[in-house]
């Protein structure tokens, strides 16, 4: 069986981190975000991830080498060499995705964060027969997003309606498709998008259907989604996987920690917390809601709230980090120096307050 994965472009709204590495790269809970995905997929038996890109192909190849052997499964890249949209990747990597065996394969947007259901997806739409399957997601808010109206006995998809002003449901798009090779015939090779216009041409024909997507779901793919995606995602592990939780007198709620980061005496880490390879932790250290990235050091009785620590960069001692800061690789902040929402570009050093919420050139 076969996935693309969406990755697309630059990245834009998690910089100063994607100055660094492509997005899908950035750290989510001590692995790549892209690596959350190719896992889930490895798991229910897809042998080739086909990765949709238009930007630095070579990086992600190169980094995903590893992964290639260690999980047993084949990616390559799909490259545009302008930007296509949603479905247009699709067209462009058809020789990839059809095979002889006429199987249905799975499409991901790279952003997306969940519990990944793809095993309950293959049954439904094994199920229902039609020619596509979505995967949906209930919110609080739906005027914000495009809703999906569909039937809730069958989950045949009606129709779409974008930012609705008058309620008409509750569930929109989660990123996360399962589709005919037969869907490839509705896209052409061009800029083109598949939630506005394939998907509403599938629907007309009667042959989309939604499935509800049990347990969380976020797109990450801005700091702030970030840190609640991180949120939510540790409740899950907290729910399936509780080992893999870190313990201690010095540990509230839940926190992962990598097996090689060191923490020192007296610290008080939690709730939300993701602590990376090589972290080094000084004594007096509180952290909460926030991720520290590999080969950070926080020194002496500084304080991390609802912030990114990029790779390789040191907060000084009693120093306070807060309201979504986020610092880029190999930023140093010297002791004692409060940030308010500083978003710092990589190899700064910050030695005076940033009082209210700046970018750092």
């Known amino acids: 069986m076969k996935a693309l994965i969406l990755v697309g472009g630059f990245g834009t709204r998690l910089r100063p981190l994607t100055l660094s590495v492509p997005k899908p790269l950035v750290d989510f809970a001590n692995k790549p975000m892209i690596l959350h995905q190719i896992e889930a ?28 052997a260690k999980l047993g499964i084949k990616i390559t ?11 247009g990747p699709l067209a462009l990597a058809r020789d990839k995705l059809v ?32 020619e596509a399957s979505i ?7 739906p005027s914000k997003y495009g ?23 509750n569930k929109i798009n989660a990123g996360i498709y399962l589709l005919n090779p037969s869907v490839l015939d509705r896209i052409e090779l061009r800029p083109t998008s598949i939630e506005k216009e394939v998907f509403p041409n599938i629907a007309a024909a009667k042959k989309l259907y939604a499935m509800v997507l049990p347990g969380f779901w976020m797109d990450i793919g801005q700091p702030r989604d970030y840190i609640s995606g991180l949120t939510l ?14 313990s201690g007198p010095h540990i509230v709620g839940n926190v992962i920690v990598h097996e090689t980061a060191d923490i020192g005496e007296g610290c008080l880490i939690g709730p939300d917390v993701a602590i990376g390879p090589g972290c080094v932790v000084e004594s007096g250290v509180r952290l909460s809601r926030c991720t520290v ?23 000084g001692q009693w120093a306070r980090v807060e309201n979504m800061t986020i610092l880029g690789e190999d930023v140093h902040v010297c002791d004692e120096v409060y940030s308010n929402g500083g978003v710092v570009l990589p190899h700064k050093e910050i030695k005076s307050n940033i009082v209210k919420p700046e970018i750092v050139m």
């Not at 995602?233 to 870190?246: I, T, W």
């Open 77 to 87: 890249c799909s490259q545009e060499t302008e930007p296509l949209g949603t479905a």
């Open 233 to 246: 995602y540790l409740d899950s592990l907290r729910k399936n996987s509780p080992s893999k939780l870190a």
């Open 147 to 169: 809703v999906v109206v569909m039937d809730e006995n069958t989950g045949q998809v009606e129709k779409f309606v974008e930012k609705p002003k008058l309620f008409v449901g």
């Open 41 to 68: 997929l490895k798991a229910i038996g897809v042998n080739e991830v086909v990765l949709a890109i238009n930007y630095r192909p070579e990086v992600m190849l190169n980094f995903l080498k590893e992964f290639e």
């Open 293 to 315: 990235m590999r080969g950070v050091r926080i020194k002496k009785h500084s304080c991390i709230s609802s912030s990114i620590i990029g790779w390789h960069s040191t907060v």
């Open 135 to 141: 995967m949906v997601t209930k919110v609080d808010e």
């Open 99 to 130: 095979d002889d065996s006429g199987e249905p394969f799975f499409v991901l947007n790279s952003d997306v964060i969940s519990e990944y259901p793809l095993k309950e997806m293959i049954a439904f739409h094994k199920a229902h027969g039609g």
